[in-house]
């Protein structure tokens, strides 16, 4: 059985689940409001074994029906113009979660996102980010929390290339994964498939390659 707090993730962030066989275009609010960055994702869709739920805005919803029918494996990349963004990507990703994240050592201290010394990316959330520094104060690697809404937040690593094989990311993603869960969400993890380091790092935290999938309309 689904647990249900990713239950409750995926219906508020798509706004439905989960749906039978096949490809199921629905339309949510939320692909119209500021994502967590503040930057809009206009399309997103997870994918669990035969049926996928595409979550676009309401507006939308019958011209992208209407597409799939008509393109069908040419979807994609009729997508971001369909829902208004002509200029934008489509990005493809593993989808990963975990109720039982790996039992690795903290390793980070969570820190606020605005302090000077982090890398840009980290800068862009709005509350703590969990950071290990080196013995000069320096940042090696962070976690920050991509939380969507109150039932499911993803997790983003990053690691500056010289602190690179110690282990760091798959202890700072542990370490996240179970502040979420203490948080009463349940933790999630997307990587593009190609991205080896990526999916070694969320096998080693404890969150397993169960299958699913998940694509979206991003900005370039």
Partial sequence: ???????LHLVTWLGQW????????????????????????????????????????PERVAAIRALARDLEAGL??????????????VHHDTFRWSLAPAPLPDVGEWTD??????????????????????????YLAGVGVKRHDAHGHELAVGTVPAARGRGLARRL????????????????????????????????AGFPDRGWRSFGVYPP
Avoid at 44 to 52: E, F, L
Avoid at 76 to 89: D, F, H, R, S, T
Avoid at 175 to 200: F, I, K, M
């Fill in 173 to 204: 993603v542990a370490q996240a994964a179970r502040r979420v869960l203490d948080e009463g969400a349940v933790p999630t993890y997307r990587h593009n498939p190609a991205n080896v380091a990526s999916a070694r790092v969320a096998a080693a």
């Fill in 1 to 7: 059985m689904l647990d249900r707090r990713l239950y």
């Fill in 18 to 57: 989960p749906a039978g066989p096949g490809l199921h275009v629905v339309g949510s609010r939320r692909r119209g409001r500021p994502a967590w960055d503040g930057r809009l994702r206009p399309a997103i869709a997870v994918r669990a074994g035969d049926s996928t739920v595409l979550s676009v805005p």
């Fill in 113 to 138: 996102p605005a302090d000077p010394i982090l890398p840009s990316w980290l800068h862009l959330f709005d509350r703590e980010v969990l950071v290990v520094r080196d013995a000069d104060g320096g």
């Fill in 76 to 89: 994609l990349a009729a997508l971001p113009a369909a829902v208004g963004q002509p200029g934008w990507v």
